[in-house]
């Protein structure tokens, strides 16, 4: 790759936007650099399972013709972005990570798909995901496991594994992940990006998690969220900026909010009180996260004026009660009609899930916790502004397993490292995760930022603020020095 490739590559979306849409650059020259770049990174990181060269190119094109012709190419005219594989595309294949629907092409695009295209944002691909999303990792029966470019034997997380792989690669400079239990701040989390889930509602969905026509697609319906990854903090505010707002096709989308997604990610934090829960009061936690999560911590203290204290919500651990959530979401009757006699086919913790005999006792009791888990939240986010947490508990880990069964020398579910995420998907409350720094062997630890209800604008703030006295966007993986990036 040229030198102005690798320029255009580590531009952020507001800069390329700017440019093309003032002639420094055409959408055709910036989606040429990011596709020879994907072809020089996807033997090492397998991030898109379906490339779509061809519908980007077309789509540049138009944004060009359309900026020569002296109109407007939208506000994302000509950016190039990754779209999660769980996410529908009109006419693009959507497997999502599953032989069950390995031919399946929609006919509709989602909410977000659609806003996105008509803010001229090129799509490039459809990154790779774990089976159906059930799971914080990158691997899947279909396609070839997703790798981290920071350490190509080591997950990027999931489930929007590929999204954060070819962001942290500079293959686009955002990318559209979907969270339903932390899938869009854990892959952030592992590959050193900014990612937030706005409030619940923030961003309509459809037909993900709204269509009873997509056994296995039509899930997570109370607790998933669509949002932006990137690397700085005012490109994921960007993307917000086109994505949100209501739609009468998602019964659960709110009004769309009253201020600017960009502007609010400027401004001090002076004064705002904050909570610190190292570990809920009963997670384990690696050590080196435990570490790197804490000095990051301290910076909101001696850097931007905040008052931090330490201080845990108070919950018993809910994780029992997020996966019958998540079961009581799925469509139970559908996905086992749609998978019998392919068992063998499929991801064996997802046919566990599916098959087991789940009662309605168990369903009402995850309604009732999680209304526990809102109260012991509203009560203690009372006291403070923002909460902050580690976003994972352990650093990236080996590729193709669930999760590491030892944390700090304790013994554990595979899912544990999982255990900070989640209750904001139960709650619906803002949630980012922005890069807190790295281990000892180099690798990204993120830092959890949760709003009180509905308050996205104090997480984009803080996100913005830390940003700016911890900035991180010009640090890349040995990788791509390695590769000539």
């Known amino acids: 790759m040229s030198t102005a490739d690798n320029e255009i590559c580590r531009m952020d979306a507001l800069s390329l936007a700017a440019k093309i849409r003032t002639k420094d650059l055409s959408a055709i020259e910036v989606t040429e650099a990011v596709l020879r770049r994907m072809d020089v990174l996807e033997p090492h990181l397998h ?3 379906t490339p779509t060269p061809d519908v980007a190119r077309a789509a540049a094109r138009a944004v060009d013709t359309k900026i020569a012709a002296g109109e407007d190419a939208g506000v994302l005219g000509g950016v190039p972005i990754g779209i999660k594989d769980l996410v529908a595309t009109k006419d693009i294949l959507t497997v999502m990570g599953s032989p069950l629907y390995k031919d399946f092409v929609p006919d509709e695009d ?17 990154t790779n995901v ?19 470019p920071w350490n190509t034997t080591l997950t990027p997380g999931g489930s929007s594994a590929g999204s954060g792989a070819s962001v942290a690669a500079g293959v686009a400079p955002f990318a559209i992940g979907s969270d339903g239990g932390g899938s ?10 900014y990612g937030i889930k706005a409030s619940m509602g923030r961003v309509a969905l459809y037909p993900g998690c709204r269509d009873e026509r997509y056994p296995g697609v039509s899930s997570w319906e109370s607790l998933e969220h669509i949002g932006p990854m990137s690397r700085t ?8 900026s086109v994505i949100a707002g209501p739609d009468p096709r998602d019964r659960y989308s709110i009004p769309a909010a009253d201020y600017d997604y960009v502007e609010s990610t400027k ?4 004064g705002l009180r904050i909570a610190y829960s190292e570990d809920w009061g009963y997670a384990a936690v690696d050590p080196e996260v435990r570490r790197v999560v804490s000095e990051a911590v301290k910076v909101f203290e001696s850097d931007l004026g905040c008052t931090v204290e330490r201080a ?14 998540v079961a009581a979401d799925t469509d139970l009757v559908g996905m086992r009609r749609l998978m019998k006699g392919r068992e063998h086919e499929m991801s064996p913790h997802l046919v566990d899930l599916i098959q087991r005999p789940w009662t309605a006792e168990e369903f009402t009791d995850a309604r009732i916790g999680r209304q526990k888990v809102c109260n012991v939240m509203w009560r203690f986010m009372a006291k403070y502004d923002l909460l902050l947490t580690p976003t994972l508990a352990v650093p990236p880990f080996a590729i193709d397993i669930q999760g590491p069964e030892k944390i700090e020398g304790r013994m554990g579910r595979p899912t544990d490292w999982l255990c900070f995420t989640f209750p904001a998907n139960m709650t619906g409350q803002p949630a980012a995760t922005i890069p807190a720094g790295f281990t000892k062997d180099g690798l990204p630890i993120g830092l959890q930022i949760i709003g009180r209800h509905l308050d996205d604008k104090t997480v984009l703030r803080a996100s913005g603020a830390f940003e700016a006295a911890r900035p991180w966007a010009h640090t890349w993986p040995s990788l791509l020095g390695e590769l000539g990036l």
């Not at 903090?233 to 917000?240: E, G, I, K, Q, T």
């Not at 401004?267 to 002076?270: E, L, R």
């Open 47 to 49: 991030a898109f399972c």
């Open 233 to 240: 903090v005012a490109d994921s505010a960007l993307m917000l």
């Open 184 to 193: 869009v701040r854990i892959p952030s989390a592992h590959c050193g990006l």
């Open 267 to 270: 401004g001090d934090i002076k």
């Open 130 to 148: 774990p089976e159906f999303g059930y799971s914080g990792v990158g691997h899947n029966p279909v396609f070839p496991t997703t790798r981290n």
């Open 110 to 126: 989602d909410i977000v798909v659609e806003r996105l295209k008509a803010a001229g944002a090129v799509i490039i691909g459809k």
């Open 312 to 325: 845990d919500p108070g919950w018993d651990n809910p994780v029992a009660t997020f996966w019958a959530l």
